[in-house]
């Protein structure tokens, strides 16, 4: 991921990512003026931070994770976005905004942004085409599983993060994912959240990684289930459930 650049891939890749951009901020737009847009544009202002990105279809300038809140809830908002079929995941909604958002923090260039864009799309595809149709059937939606890792592989390219900070991102991702369907039940507001709340857990996970802390690199294999003891074999009798 990080030795990506928009050299590796044919000039249609980088056409089709660029419409993905504009296909996307103008699924932001769309939503910015309904009112789950204002509820979720005013909440990213409640959280504030410095003053590095904008929210988009407002005026708020927020913290990168914060704006990442408000304009990937925005791009799906409608549910006009794109969506990859096979891996049934909307990607533009969480790598484009989190581009955008910490591209813009750390005023990188158009060019790193979209190779950002290419890099969390690639990554949040991967990761659906492994188990196709299997979260849907365990009453969860694939793009906020997937999202936090697609949004983590785009901040922490445009953040600079080393390999291993960005394996530790990846991991702590994997106890972010979160995101469960049912909001089928009576239509409430939660899926379009999804991908908002992915990109802002995989920009935090991008910055707690950049400042030391760590995540399991195994957070792909699962390596634990088959060799940890027991509940029986580890309780004590002052342990706390």
Not at 139 to 162: D, I, K
Request: glycine share 10%.
């Amino acid at each position: 991921m990080s030795g990506f650049s928009l050299g590796a891939v044919t000039p249609a890749v980088s056409a089709q990512a660029t419409l993905l951009v504009l296909d996307t901020l103008g699924s932001c737009l769309a939503s910015s003026r309904q009112d789950f847009g204002r509820s979720v544009t005013e909440a990213a202002g409640r959280l504030g931070g410095a003053p590095e990105s904008v929210v988009i279809g407002s005026k708020a300038r927020v913290a990168a994770a914060a704006a990442t809140l408000a304009n990937g809830t925005l791009a799906h908002g409608l549910d006009f976005d794109d969506t990859r079929e096979d891996a049934i995941v909307h990607t533009g909604c969480v790598a484009v905004t989190t581009a955008l958002a910490v591209g813009e923090a750390v005023e990188a260039s158009g060019r790193a942004a979209l190779e950002a864009t290419i890099v969390a799309v690639e990554v949040m595809c991967r990761i659906g085409l492994a188990v196709p149709g299997r979260f849907h059937a365990r009453h969860y939606h694939p793009t906020a599983l997937t999202g936090s890792f697609a949004a983590a592989a785009a901040a922490g390219r445009l953040y600079g993060l080393t390999e291993d900070q960005l394996v530790h991102a990846l991991g702590i991702c994997g106890s972010q994912a979160s995101g469960i369907i049912e909001y089928l039940a009576d239509g409430s507001w939660t899926k379009r959240l999804h991908p908002g709340w992915a990109a802002h857990a995989g920009v935090t996970a991008a910055l707690l990684a950049r400042a030391g802390f760590t995540g399991p690199e195994t957070v792909f294999e699962e390596r634990t289930a088959s060799t940890r003891p027991s509940r029986a074999a580890t309780r004590r009798p002052d342990w706390r459930r």
